[in-house]
């Protein structure tokens, strides 16, 4: 199980990377997306990492549900990969792509610091 926590959690960390670069690529105009791996890497990441979390609850599914932590945290990855496909695919003036950007990586790390602290309001629980 700890194998697949560390698959997981190096897999966050490199789609982090990639939609961050990915990001300031399309801010820039760079580069074309006819380049391959620009296309594909995400997609091999993305699998892996739900693949990981998959495996992850099916290891762990005689705890039960993680609790109300992770609905949310559910419900934010699908919050994120929209905004991550508005700013990926469909904006288009250079204001809405900085601030679609900028929000999808903020709700990426907060659904990192609700994972982390297995809360659902994650690092504002803290205050």
Same mark, same amino acid.
């Not at 199980?1 to 897999?11: D, G, T």
């Not at 391959?36 to 296309?39: A, E, G, K």
């Given at each position: 199980?700890?194998?697949?926590?560390? !698959?997981? +959690?190096?897999?966050v960390s490199?789609? $982090?990377a990639l939609f961050f =670069?990915?990001?300031?690529w399309v801010l820039r105009s760079y580069p074309s997306p006819q380049e391959? &791996?620009?296309?594909y890497l995400p997609y091999v990441v993305d699998t892996i990492l739900v693949a990981s979390a998959l495996a992850f609850l099916w290891e762990a599914r005689h705890l039960g549900w993680p609790g109300q &932590?992770?609905? =949310?945290?559910? #419900?934010? !990855? #699908?919050?994120? #990969?929209?905004l991550g +496909?508005?700013?990926?695919?469909f904006a288009r003036g $250079?204001?809405?792509?900085v601030l679609t950007w900028i929000a999808a990586l903020l709700v990426f790390l907060f659904v990192t610091t +609700? #994972?982390?602290?297995h809360h659902p309001l994650g690092i504002l629980s803290l205050f």
């Open positions: 199980m700890l194998v697949v926590k560390y !698959i997981h +959690i190096v897999s490199v789609t $982090f =670069v990915r990001g300031l391959q &791996w620009v296309r &932590w992770f609905t =949310v945290k559910l #419900a934010l !990855i #699908a919050v994120y #990969a929209a +496909i508005v700013v990926l695919k $250079f204001g809405t792509k +609700i #994972a982390v602290l």
